[in-house]
């Protein structure tokens, strides 16, 4: 157990529509990533959060947005949701040195 | 561009040989190189971390180099075991901090 949780587990939703999915790091960590993983494009880093701020972004459509709240969890919102969107979400909380602890994902499905 | 190379090809070894992966990588200058285990549908688990100035690091069974001036990273494990099989991911991180991936060499150990 990584210490990372995200909620939920599983998701599937219709095209057009939107999702919310969250995260909580590891009690100590002020930063989160969000990676997308499907089959064909690997493990993509899509943003990345600090304290609250956001800190660096990856290859994430404008019809996805995320925020960190004072309690460092975070949320990563998808919108107008296509088939392509279908993949695993992963949440990550790193140390100093960047080593990143990564939580069990939510499966998006969209159908 | 910066480009990351893992042999996508299966890895096929016999239990108690050593496995060898390799990451090579392309117009980046990494601090320093992450590698990560990852089962199916599970989030990746960090392993080793390397510095620029580090040409090997070891832990138990593991061993990871990193020449910086043939830009690769070598990934043993010695003494493999059925449940060595996963898949291995190398990852980058720059001045930036940012993490970049590897698209992941899967390793199948066989009794």
């Known amino acids: 157990d990584s210490g990372v949780t995200q909620t939920p587990k599983h998701l599937i939703t219709a095209t057009g529509q939107r999702v919310t999915l969250r995260c909580s790091p590891r009690?100590?960590?002020?930063?989160v990533y969000w990676y997308q993983q499907s089959l064909d494009q690997g493990l993509q880093f899509l943003i990345q959060?600090?304290?609250?701020?956001?800190?660096a972004k990856g290859n994430i459509l404008e019809r996805f947005s995320a925020q960190q709240f004072p309690d460092l969890h975070s949320e990563l919102n998808l919108s107008s949701l296509e088939l392509g969107d279908s993949a695993l979400y992963f949440c990550a909380s790193s140390t100093r040195d960047n080593e990143q602890y990564f939580g069990p994902g939510t499966r998006l499905t969209v159908t | 561009s910066q480009k990351i190379e893992q042999n996508s090809e299966a890895l096929n070894i016999q239990e108690g040989k050593t496995a060898t992966l390799t990451c090579n990588y392309t117009?980046?200058?990494?601090?320093?190189l992450q590698w990560y285990r990852q089962d199916p549908g599970r989030g990746p688990v960090f392993l080793l971390l390397i510095r620029e100035n580090e040409k090997e690091k070891r832990k138990e069974r593991l061993k990871v180099t990193f020449d910086t001036t043939l830009k690769q990273s070598l990934f043993h494990i010695t003494a493999s075991q059925p449940a060595d099989s996963a898949t291995y991911l190398c990852a980058l991180v720059g001045n930036t901090g940012k993490l970049i991936f590897g698209q992941g060499t899967t390793l199948q150990v066989k009794p």
């Open positions: 009690s100590g960590d002020l930063s």
């Open positions: 959060y600090y304290n609250g701020e956001e800190r």
């Open positions: 117009n980046y200058s990494p601090a320093y």
